[in-house]
């Protein structure tokens, strides 16, 4: 079966809400793997065809490796096949190579890798570590994760070369523009094109060129996430930014001090919907109570206004 029609359903799933589910915590500060389950089918049973664990959102940098094999395994076992499972992999070649087929075997559809967080990358190094990982599990469909703005298309183009299942690009470059030209350039119909900065940002993205969007949000509420992606599917712009007026205060909470509370907003959310406890792992830290305050009034009524 040629490549391109063997990962032609993963690639279609990718064009929506790819949901970021966080990682709960028990009283002794392990993953809580019974509320993890619950939250990812909630998200699934609202009609969210794609999941990520251990995503930013599920705080992947603060899990050791074990942890995170465990979260992967929670996630397709919840998901039961009702969703693709992306699985989040990251750090040093061998251990990204090591998660990718962890998640091959464990059952998940499609991999991402995270950003290479080494302070010292090159534009061809940068290829080389993703083109290492993606061959070394052609099984399985790959999703880049690009966060850097040194990055060219050139380098898409480059990697799409030499690993024919890198299918898709998480594109959280905060700037439209450049990422229109970077999809146009890198192929528009090559890869799943993402917006990867969640709703706030999705509207403009999807304007010029993107079929999905990641969320964190989608925790909360799954309802909006699913809403704000079929009008700009539709493209029901004035429609999309009804829904972008809801959920602005929430969502701008999550980014303010550069998104130094991205994921303890969702959890204290989460855990005033009585969904899961709000601790947070360092670097995060749990909210003041009048951040908790903040919280309570951009979910009630905002998000979760009738």
């Known amino acids: 079966m040629p490549v391109s029609s063997r990962f032609d359903e993963r690639k279609r799933r990718l064009s929506g809400v790819v949901a970021i589910p966080v990682t709960p915590f028990d009283a002794d500060g392990a993953v809580d793997s019974e509320t993890y389950g619950r939250l990812v089918d909630r998200v699934i049973s609202t009609g969210v065809d794609v999941v990520t664990p251990n995503g930013n959102t599920g705080e992947f940098y603060a899990l050791d490796e074990a942890e995170a094999r ?116 890198a192929g528009i119909d090559r890869f799943a094109w993402i917006a990867g900065l969640a709703e706030l940002s999705a509207p403009g993205y999807f304007a010029v060129g993107a079929t999905g969007f990641t969320s964190g949000l989608v925790n909360v509420v799954p309802e909006l996430s699913l809403e704000m992606f079929r009008a700009l599917r539709d493209r029901d712009f004035t429609g999309a930014m009804t829904i972008w007026e809801r959920i602005r205060p929430f969502e701008e909470l999550r980014a303010a001090n550069g998104n130094a509370h991205n994921v303890s907003v969702v959890k204290e959310a989460l855990a005033q919907l009585g969904l899961c406890r709000a601790d947070v792992r360092p670097p995060s830290r749990a909210l003041t109570g009048a951040e908790r305050e903040r919280v309570t009034a951009a979910v009630w009524p905002g998000l979760l206004a009738r």
């Open 70 to 185: 465990h979260c992967l395994e929670v996630t397709v076992k919840a998901a039961a096949g009702r969703a693709s499972v992306v699985a989040g992999v990251g750090h040093d070649v061998r251990t990204a190579i090591r998660a990718a087929r962890h998640a091959r075997d464990a059952g998940a559809d499609l991999v991402m890798i995270h950003q290479p967080v080494h302070p010292y990358v090159a534009a061809e190094g940068w290829v080389e570590y993703h083109r290492a990982i993606a061959a070394a599990v052609p099984e399985l469909g790959f999703v880049l994760y690009v966060r850097d703005a040194r990055i060219e298309s050139e380098q898409l183009r480059a990697l799409a070369d030499a690993a024919e299942n890198v299918i898709g690009v998480k594109y959280a470059v905060p700037d439209p523009v450049r990422f229109a030209s970077m999809a146009r350039d």
